[in-house]
């Protein structure tokens, strides 16, 4: 029997006794994303580019809590008080993860969000994945972590304005410009400990043998900082209940239309002011 299985074996005969309880726990992430921000000039001020990386970081270095029980948790942001003039963010909508609710045991999942100014609560089947447990192994804080593997569809993120028109080439119209896929394929790293027993994990990950403690997806890092099991003043895991409801499909069509209206409204604006010149911003998740 390879390493890894009868290692998993020990840990999950030694945990039963703790499923049996009342099991419930919290647990804190740190998240990173970074953005491949691209510039068709260099007309865009130092000062003034500098200001929309450091807004950027504010955003996407986050903190998150899982609280959970033995079936079900709930993820959602810390809650922090917003800086002067960089609330705009988060009307976006790509930033903002809401209130994420998954339960395990009936294999669905609920969402509260809120995005361009409305409540929408997201109810859908959650998506197994198909892990590949590996051998490789290290220690994560006080606890052994296992490595797993597997892909993932994600949308192809593509925020600014379309390429400006080029007037004076007869072939650029005949030919349009090819559109970008919708979607994409990407392979996403975990790390889980079978000592915390629970098949849940940070955003909508799940589905391993132990708490994901550490995961990877693209340009993202997910990292388990602090755990408390059974503490006497856990808060319940209950699923949310305000917002228009819709399915994910339903949701993912409401904001692609939203995207392609702002960037219409932006790009117009942009080739009005400039006559389809001068810098354009393009960032790529």
Sequence with gaps: MPKVFSTLFVFLFISTAVLAQD?????????????????????????????????????????????????????????????????????????????????????????????????????????PYEWKLEEESKMIGEHLCFKATATKEVRNIRMGPPPPPNEGDAKQ????????????????????????????????????????????EENTVFLCTEITLNAKDAIDVKEPEKGKEVTQKEYDQIMEDKMKEMQEMYGGQERKNEGGGGHRMIIRM
């Design 23 to 127: 099991f419930k726990g919290v647990a804190v992430y740190q998240s990173k994303t970074k953005l491949d921000i691209q510039l068709d000039s260099t007309q865009i001020p130092k000062e003034r580019l500098n200001d929309f990386k450091e807004m950027l970081k504010s955003q996407l270095e986050k903190k998150f809590i899982l609280t959970f029980d033995k079936f079900a948790g709930i993820y959602k942001e810390e809650e922090k008080l917003e800086q002067p003039g960089r609330g705009g963010m988060r009307m976006m909508g790509a930033f903002n993860q809401g209130i994420y609710y998954k339960n395990l045991k009936e294999k669905k999942y609920v969402r509260q969000i809120e995005s361009f100014s409305k409540e929408f609560l997201i109810k859908d089947s959650l998506k």
């Design 173 to 216: 119209k005949e030919t349009p410009e090819k559109e970008e896929p919708k979607t994409k394929i990407i392979t996403v790293t975990a790390w889980y400990t079978p000592e915390i027993p629970i098949n849940n994990g940070p955003s909508d990950y799940w589905g391993l043998p132990g708490l994901i403690l550490e995961l990877s």
